[in-house]
């Protein structure tokens, strides 16, 4: 996930970002964790399992 810096010129958003933190970019970070975390926890490869045969 990338993240885009923010670009100076909208004074709303600049002005609730004072008010209320950059919540969008702790979103993606939250986001991106999360992301992390489950592909470590799916990480089927790891369990080592035999695979299926092609029963066609």
């Known amino acids: ?12 958003y600049d002005r609730l970002v004072e ?4 919540v969008l970019d702790e ?9 992390e975390q489950a592909e470590r926890m799916l990480d089927w490869d790891a369990l080592d399992l035999p695979r299926e045969r092609d029963q066609s």
Do not use: F, K, Q, Y
Request: aromatic share 0%.
């Open 1 to 12: 996930m990338t993240t885009r810096p923010h670009t100076p010129g909208s004074p709303i």
């Open 19 to 22: 008010e209320h933190g950059d």
């Open 27 to 35: 979103v993606r970070r939250l986001a991106e964790t999360a992301h």
